[in-house]
């Protein structure tokens, strides 16, 4: 139990820690947006940062950045969600339990397909939940302006 515990820990401190990357990136490109210069022009050559020490840095690299950090935040809350639902409840829990004991056990392959289809259940869920966040930084990093 202290395990399982302590993973639920790591994960939410994982999950906290992405979140909070996340919004100091976000801080970062605002703070270095071509929005913040007067002499911007839309559509002009000065379209990146003005910032001297992060013109060498590529618009596939704030792409690349944001594809990552969507995919680690989708798979770490997915995996916070996922042990949350396989925590145990109190008492009403263990009742269930005791009840469905007594029942038959289902054949190992029914078994084997729960787990695959339960698996498929999450991996949908991380994918679409990557799928939202990787939009939201993209219109994120095109409202600052930061790709062309």
Not at 11 to 16: A, E, K, N, V
Not at 29 to 44: A, C, G, Y
Not at 97 to 116: I, M, N, Y
């Amino acid at each position: 139990m202290a395990r399982e515990q302590r993973m639920q820990r790591f994960s939410l401190i994982g999950f906290g820690g992405l979140v909070l990357l996340s919004a100091e990136l976000a801080v970062l490109i605002h703070r270095v947006s071509p929005l913040r210069e007067p002499s911007f022009e839309v559509n002009s050559a000065n379209a990146g940062t003005l910032v001297p020490w992060l013109q060498w840095v590529p618009e596939t690299t704030w792409l690349w950045a944001s594809f990552t950090l969507a995919l680690l935040l989708a798979i770490s809350l997915t995996w916070v969600l996922y042990q949350r639902s396989q925590t145990p409840k109190q008492p009403s829990r263990k009742r269930t339990k005791t009840a469905l004991s007594q029942l038959p056990e289902p054949a190992q392959s029914l078994q084997g397909w729960r787990r695959f289809y339960t698996a498929l259940c999450w991996a949908g869920f991380a994918a679409s939940l990557f799928t939202i966040l990787q939009i939201l930084f993209l219109g994120y990093l095109f409202v600052q302006h930061i790709v062309d």
